[in-house]
């Protein structure tokens, strides 16, 4: 007989695919959406979503580090942590897997995932979301604003605000647009413009953190493994192999977050391919100075120290080729890529 877990997150499995069919059957006004991607932010702030009241989105995807944490394993609930660093919230509708793992593909998985963790924000079903935000006056009248009065709570209409207030978080107007896209050549010193060409050239980055004529999105939304975690599948990776081949689709994100083994799988806990055991995602650079610490598993706390890595560990024969100026001046060039424009904090 399967657990209770396993049936909690396959509700949520269930809740949040009708999320997805709810919001493209319905598809709302310009000033609908408005409505609905700002109760979804009052939502991102709202602490009252979590088993014990203290820990809201924003905790662990704060809008002063670009949507991401502070710290290498964020705390959930009652102080508790998952196997993984939570990443920048930016840019995630453009996409086409999400998490560290690529397991979930859509904006409402996304934002249910989080509410149902154990090592989250800890509540039990989508109906214990719908009973928090009616319970609260102030998101009570927020739900009935963008929805209107006469419609029934519903955890569809919870993360289908979320997702759409995601979807609103995007990078734009960085140094280097100004300098690549608008030839504002004075946007960057003569050090980053120095970084920018060994980016782009002999240190190879753009083959991972990809740079195109129209968009830059620094990423190739591909997973490589880069050697992090690895120690974690030294001793038994044939076990952690069919361990993980057992796990439940919709069991993963549960068990992703209290198995550091198991999480330093990767991308195999989807595909199940030997080739992807170790590999994760790779993340966009943009706004990388303020997304410390680095790696799934926030395991290297500096921005010069994940260059470092990245040099010896991609390109064991041309590491040892940079100087200590080359390496600084990548990392001056990399402090290029975040966002002029600044993101709204609480909209409370």
Known sequence: MRNSLALLSEKAATFA??????????????????QIAQFGAILFHAKQLSADGKISCAE????????????????GIHGMSGTRN???LLDSVDRATLFWDGRRSSLEMLVLDPLLSPRE???RTPGDIEDRVAGDRFLRRAYADAYGANEPMKVENIARSLAAYVSTLKTSNSRFDQYFFLNDLAAITTQEASGYRLFAGRARCTVCHSVGKDTAP???????NQGIGANHLRANVRGLVDRAIAIEPNDLGTTVQSSQEIAALGRFLVTHQIADIGAFRTPSLRNVSLTSPYMHDGSIATLREAVKHELYYSAPDRGANFSNEEQEALVAFLRTLNDEDKHPEDPR
């Open 17 to 34: 695919m009708t999320c997805v069919l709810a919001v493209n059957a319905a598809p709302a006004s310009d000033g609908a959406r408005g």
């Open 60 to 75: 662990c995807h704060q809008p002063t580090r670009a949507f991401s944490d502070s710290t290498s394993l964020s705390e």
């Open 86 to 88: 939570a990443p920048s």
């Open 121 to 123: 924000q800890g509540l």
């Open 218 to 224: 620094f990423t190739d939304g591909a997973f490589h």
